[in-house]
């Protein structure tokens, strides 16, 4: 990485803009940036650490001070860097959080840390990032360092020169990854890890079903697991499964052939007792059969008097069959015909009563039936009077109920007319008195506004007065803190003054011409008395006056202010007391809401009084309506009432000769006479029908019965069935017959003969004897079933195995592979005897390196005394080895730790060793070049020849393209480097200037 320029805005000391041109300084390989102390040569150094990473080394990032203090109010803090990277060109503006002045009033507002990061492609700035933490990102990607790496290789600040040397191993070795681009050995690392993990994990899953098979293997085939197999590690064994499972499998077969033969063996045995005991079964079976035909023939000759009978009783059944129809119509024309007859008689008997007349004939039935509907014809005429009349008394009465809704409607409409006059006087009088307060409203407002104006104005010169109170004790404060400052200033310059041989022999160097005396020789220079001020110090007290004068002045000027402010308001409020004022303002605001109250109603007196004119004009004529209404009332009723009476007359005159109540009740009567009357006449008629249908019926029935072999109806009756016994009585009879026939088929059968002369076989002994051999072949197919189903799940598994193995055996040997290698990397193998990680040997290995080259230029600056020793021993509270530093005094032949050098010595160290680390990455292909390198103080820790040797040391670098800046105020390095950027400070801040 190479600087070429640098733009400082308002940043530290410097108040304007100042620029560093690093192309031109660097022209010589070797330049000086120099200044008087305080002057700001580090601020530079911090402005390149600002841009590049928004922050600045050690302690100063803590302050939050980044702004210069000298610029003027509104001056934007900015630092502008391009720098190059592999050929690459970028610039970096990056402005830090500061307060502004507000655009409007007074006080500041924060503005917010920027950044905007381009890169010069083609001639253009191709902006790549303008959030702060993508612009970081980049530039940590760009250079491989963090700020705190960028400080201890590229970039040494005051103080911190040695934070490489003194480092420890672990904060050496993230440098050290990040400068040499070596994550990708702890990627290996970490893909051999993984890939370990993964490969045990793929391992254990197929040992798990390696482990499965075996074990079901084992179960299937009845035998234990071989000595010294354990199913929880069976890779020791893995070669040895497949043959195992191969000898199982041919033992079930053995097993499986022995069992068959067993079976065709005792199949035999089986196959000769069945064929006896089926054929004894069927010689018992014909034996049983003939038994029970000849048992049967006996029984069915005993009961052959009863079959006889129910043949003739069936036979007598059956032609009383045919007679039955012709009787059961006889019967039900007998029974229609007494029916007839009672309905006649019933219905005979209502009609005379209803007639009033015993004797009457049935031929005077039909006349009287035709007198009865004419008379109830007549009736019905009458029926609409009895309507009318009903409606009639129906109207009467709601008139009757209407009047009475009218006479209290005109009772209320006279008694609201007698009290609207005085109701109408009071809202004329609520509206006049509305009016006139809302006449003075506006007044009353305005006095009310300038009283509440008048009691503001009290109000806030009380809180003045409070205020100006506080502020002349500040003041009074502030006066007393200002002369004790002052004092503690005027101590700090006589004591300075006393002190200041001392002060001046601190700046004494070696070699260099004393400021009072002229010598270079300083033997006895004054020292400094514990806690004597400098000119810093100086500067902080005289600071502190200033700042104190400033508020006592702002404080005074606050006092006036608020005297003015006092006056003003007092007179704003007449002056009168504040309470005098409340009291005022209390009373005319009552006033106000009294009056604002009475004007509000205004609008709401006028609708009263305009709604009680109205109601007044409306209740006159809805009077006048409402006895129109009841005089015409007056006059219908009247109407109806004659009408009425006539009505009733005329019904009373028809209802009286019957003694009914109602037309309709005398109507009913007279239908149900004529329709009694008629009923009775037609019934008469069918019993005499009805009798002499029943006549002819029992003639028919008493023909048919003696054509069938009966003397009468009632014989054919007597020897009928019914239906489920005449079917009962065929089966029987039938079954007989069958039963007959089949036992003497029986009997004459030449097999059951024969069979009845044979002597009775053994069956029970028969079928205990072939129930042993069923048995016997039941369990030797069993056996069969059971080798056989043994045999194919042996085989399924021995395959199932041999494929799990197979699947097993290539992931084993890449597992012992990785976990050769990772721990072989990871430094846990016994094959590595460093007992180092991959990552830890190759940066010990880049560290010899830089030790190496570092010892080079260590042989010239202290004259072979001193090298640096790379050992990969681990310190004390370390977590890795492998990048620990001793130097070694080769005068003594001891090591001993970098924190035992001397202040020179550790410079001159370190000094070799960034050299060193910048020449390995220069040659180092991946890594970051640093072609730019700072030196920040410490040349003064060194005498003259380790001087001449250093700088003959910085000035070879000129040869490799590098650039070395070196920041320091000796007076001797002004001399011997040429380039020089000088930095000044002054009350207006500090500035930059280049000289060659």
Not at 358 to 386: F, I, Q, Y
Not at 793 to 799: A, G, I, W
Not at 936 to 962: H, I, K, N, P, Y
């Amino acid at each position: 990485m190479r600087l070429h320029e640098l733009q400082v805005t308002a940043f530290g000391p410097f108040a304007g803009q100042v620029c560093v041109d690093f192309d031109s300084l660097s022209e010589s390989g070797l330049f000086l940036l120099t200044g008087a102390t305080g002057a700001g040569k580090t601020s530079v150094l911090d402005a390149v650490c600002f841009a590049l990473y928004g922050a600045v080394p050690g302690d100063r990032q803590g302050a939050k001070r980044l702004r210069s203090d000298h610029a003027a109010p509104g001056a934007t803090p900015v630092v502008s860097l391009e720098f190059g990277v592999a050929g690459r060109r970028f610039l970096v503006r990056r402005s830090p959080a500061w307060e502004r002045p507000k655009r409007r009033g007074t006080g500041t507002t924060r503005e917010q840390a920027s950044v905007v990061l381009s890169e010069r492609v083609d001639g253009t700035w191709q902006t790549l990032a303008t959030r702060l933490d993508e612009a970081g990102h980049l530039v940590t990607e760009l250079l491989g360092m963090t700020l705190a790496q960028f400080c201890q290789v590229q970039l040494l600040p005051q103080g911190r020169f040695q934070a490489f040397l003194r480092s420890e191993s672990d904060e050496r070795h993230r440098l050290l990854q990040r400068l040499f681009r070596t994550a990708r050995f702890e990627d290996v690392e970490q893909w051999l890890r993984e890939r370990r993990r993964s490969l045990r994990q793929a391992s254990g899953r197929r040992h798990d079903v390696v482990s499965e098979t075996v074990s079901r293997l084992s179960e299937a085939s009845g035998s234990p697991l071989p000595e010294g197999w354990d199913l929880h590690d069976l890779a020791p064994h893995v070669t040895e499964l497949a043959p195992w499972a191969v000898e199982a499998r041919e033992r079930a077969l053995a097993a499986a052939r022995t069992a068959a033969r067993v079976v065709e063996e005792v199949a035999v045995a089986e196959a000769t007792s069945r064929t006896a005991l089926e054929g004894a079964r069927r010689l018992a079976d014909l034996q049983q059969r003939h038994g029970r035909a000849r048992h049967e023939a006996a029984a069915l000759e005993a009961a052959e008097p009863a079959h006889r009978a129910r043949s003739a009783a069936l036979d007598a059944a059956r032609r009383a069959t045919a007679v039955l129809p012709r009787s059961d119509e006889a019967e039900r024309a007998r029974r229609h015909a007494v029916r007839a007859a009672a309905t006649a008689d019933e219905l005979l008997t209502s009609a005379r009563i209803l007639l009033g007349r015993p004797d009457c004939a049935v031929p005077d039935l039909e006349l009287a039936a035709a007198a009865a509907t004419t008379e109830a014809a007549e009736a019905r005429a009458r029926t609409s009077h009895v309507v009318e009349l009903e409606s009639l008394q129906s109207e009467i009465a709601e008139g009757a109920a209407r009047r009475s809704e009218l006479a209290g409607r005109l009772e209320r409409l006279d008694a609201r007319a007698a009290s609207l006059p005085a109701d109408l006087a009071r809202a004329r009088a609520d509206e006049a008195a509305a009016a006139r307060a809302d006449d003075r409203l506006p007044v009353a407002r305005r006095e009310t506004e300038e009283a509440a104006a008048r009691l503001e104005a009290g109000r806030l010169a009380a809180r003045l007065v409070a205020e100006r109170v506080e502020a002349k004790t500040l003041a009074r404060a502030s006066v007393d803190a200002a002369q004790d400052l002052r004092e503690r200033w005027l101590q700090i310059q006589e004591q300075r003054l006393e002190g200041m041989a001392a002060e001046m022999a601190t700046a004494l160097a070696v070699g260099a011409s004393c400021p009072v005396c002229g010598s270079d020789d300083h033997p006895h220079p004054a020292r400094p008395a514990p806690g004597a001020p400098d000119l810093s110090d100086e500067r902080s007290a005289r600071r502190a006056v200033d700042d104190a004068e400033a508020e006592r002045h702002a404080r005074t000027i606050a006092v006036s202010d608020l005297t003015t402010r006092i006056t003003l308001a007092r007179e704003r409020a007449g002056g009168r007391p504040t309470p005098v004022l409340e009291r005022d303002h209390q009373v005319l605001a009552e006033a106000l809401g009294r009056l604002e109250a009475a004007a509000g109603a205004l609008d709401e007196t006028r609708d009263r009084r305009q709604g009680l004119e109205e109601e007044l004009e409306e209740l006159t004529a809805r009077r006048a309506d409402v006895t129109a209404q009841l005089a015409r009332l007056d006059a219908t009723a009247a109407g109806r009432e004659e009408r009425a009476a006539a009505l009733r007359e005329e019904l009373a005159a028809l209802l009286a000769p019957s003694g009914h109540t109602s037309v309709a009740d005398l109507a009913a009567h007279l239908d149900r006479v004529a329709a009694v009357c008629r009923e009775a006449a037609r019934a008469t008629t069918s019993r005499d029908e009805a009798g002499a249908a029943a006549t002819t019926a029992a003639a028919r029935a008493d023909a048919v019965a003696a054509e069938h072999g009966f003397p009468d109806v009632a014989a054919a009756r007597a020897a009928a069935l019914p239906a489920l016994l005449l079917e009962r009585l065929e089966q029987e009879v039938r079954a007989h017959e069958v039963a007959l026939a089949t036992a003497t088929r029986a009997l004459e059968d030449p097999d059951l003969r024969a069979a009845s002369a044979a002597a009775a076989p053994d069956v029970e002994a028969l079928v205990a004897r072939h129930r042993g051999d069923a048995e016997a072949l039941t369990g030797a197919r069993t056996a069969v079933t059971v080798a056989e189903a043994a045999v194919t799940r042996l085989t399924s598994l021995s395959s199932a195995l041999e494929d799990a193995v197979a699947a097993w055996s290539p992931v084993l040997s890449d597992l012992a592979l990785a976990e050769r290698l990772a721990s072989l990397t990871d430094g846990t193998s016994p094959d590595n005897r460093l007992r180092m990680r991959l990552s830890a040997y190759v940066l010990a290995y880049r560290l010899s390196q830089v030790v190496a080259a570092a010892n080079d230029r260590l042989a010239r600056l202290f004259d072979h005394r001193y090298s640096l020793e790379h050992t990969g021993d681990r310190g004390v509270g370390e977590s890795r080895g492998g990048l620990s530093l001793r130097v070694r005094d080769d005068w003594t032949g001891e090591s001993r730790d970098p924190a035992t050098l001397s202040g020179g010595e550790t410079f001159v160290v370190s000094l070799a060793l960034a050299l060193g680390l910048a020449d390995v990455i220069a040659h180092e292909a991946g890594g970051s070049e640093l072609d730019t390198l700072f030196v920040d103080e410490g040349f003064g820790t060194l005498d003259a020849e380790t001087l001449d040797q250093v700088m003959d040391t910085l000035d070879s670098l000129r040869d490799g393209g590098r650039v070395v800046g070196v920041v320091s105020h000796v007076a001797e390095m002004r001399d011997r480097i040429p380039t020089q950027l000088h930095v000044r400070k002054q009350r207006a801040g500090s500035t930059l200037s280049q000289a060659r």
